[in-house]
């Protein structure tokens, strides 16, 4: 009979083993940056590139405008998930604390909504934004990629919100708090986990989206974000593959460090919508 020691060492070392697997892809993209692509194409699944070529790095941020792309990106990202926050912490406050005629629907509504693929809007949403006048605008990209129902977000504000005792807002409306003050300075600060949860996701989902960006920026190359100027490595007869591997290295580096620094508030947020 296996004791207990032995049974963790044999999970601990099955799931080592199982943590290689799953990162091996993102090492070897890092690694196949470094090499030239007629030794990309022919050197398989090895890692380390016999000549390392660091060019590639000042190529996909210069050649193939990564430098512009990031401000893009960045610029675009965090507007994005300034709004989302704000959107959907209202509407989850406003369905998880306030018990209005048609609330019931509403939350029916918007979780209907989640079943709808983003991609059958996109015609939609680009007709709105023209008819807004933010047509090739990075104003345009942002209104246009953080409108929608956000419905993880809203259901995890709504369940958090509901948890909480009522004498919260009573004391604060005593003290003459009103709508807007409680929801800012009492009930928003004490959400903190789920707003961290909720600006994790959707940066990770803003900085790698690909469709609103790409319909957005037809007209406006200079406006693309990186995940969209991913295609300047894609020639009419050929593929710059290690050119393209710097520059995914890049576009990665920055959300990797994003939930590092933030992954404990997200475990926390998770854990207390789950919880809720």
Known sequence: MISTKSARLIVHVFLIALGIVWIYPFVWMVFSSLKSNKEFLISGTSLIPEDPQWENYANAWTTANFQGYFINTVIFTVATVIIVIVLSSLTGYALGRIDFPGRKTIMIIV???????????????????????????????????????????????????????????????????????????????????????????????????????LVLTINKPE?????????????????DFSGMAAGATISLIPVMIIFIIMQRYFIEGVAGAVKS
């Open 111 to 213: 979780v209907a909504i989640m079943f709808i693929p983003k991609g059958y809007t996109i015609i939609p949403l680009f007709k709105l934004v023209n008819q807004l006048g933010l047509a090739d605008s990075i104003v345009g990209i942002i209104v246009a990629e953080s409108s929608g129902a956000h419905v993880l977000f809203i259901l995890m504000f709504a369940s958090f919100f509901a948890n909480l005792p009522n004498s919260i807002e009573e004391a604060a409306e005593i003290d003459g708090a009103g709508f807007l003050t409680v929801f800012t300075r009492v009930m928003l600060p004490l959400s903190m986990p789920i707003v961290a949860t909720t600006a994790i996701m959707q940066f990770i989902w803003t900085w790698s989206s690909f469709l609103v960006p």
């Open 223 to 239: 406006l693309r974000t990186l995940a969209v100027g991913m295609q300047n490595f894609v020639q009419t007869y050929s593929v």
